[in-house]
């Protein structure tokens, strides 16, 4: 499990079971339709979906994914940061308390500003998921 409760899930992750769901022709035309719009398979679709509402995260694209992006930019910024901090540390070439604390701070509010931000994408698409599926039953 991850932060927040959120279950883990790889790359990588072995897809091998299936799932049966029957549908109106009404739905699956509108699945069909769906997922051919978004140049996506009907599974993957399906796949989105039971990832959002179930608590594993959205799948980002588009904007969303430019920001996920620029947001592994800043956090890759801060371990690089850290590590310098660390080596300085470990060589013996101590800064001035007040400079090490205000950088380790900025390096907290932007890891804080990170998450922050990264879990209220995951939220706010958790819950336009789960309202989809409450509005459709």
Do not use: W
């Amino acid at each position: 499990m991850m932060a927040g409760g959120r279950p883990k899930l790889s790359l990588r992750t072995k897809r091998d079971r299936v799932v049966h769901v029957r549908l109106s022709e009404g739905e699956l035309s509108a699945l069909t339709s769906f997922a051919t719009s978004h140049n996506l398979t009907t599974s993957e679709v399906l796949r989105r979906l039971v990832r959002q509402a179930s608590g594993f995260g959205p799948t980002f694209d588009g904007d969303a994914a430019k920001g996920i992006r620029a947001n592994v930019v800043q956090l890759r910024k801060a371990g690089v940061n850290l590590n310098q901090i660390t080596r300085a540390l470990n060589s013996g070439r101590a800064p001035g308390y007040a400079d090490l604390t205000g950088g380790v701070e900025r390096l907290a509010r932007i890891v804080a500003g990170q998450i922050d931000m990264l879990e209220g994408l995951c939220a706010r698409a958790r819950e336009r998921a789960s309202q989809k599926v409450v509005r459709d039953v």
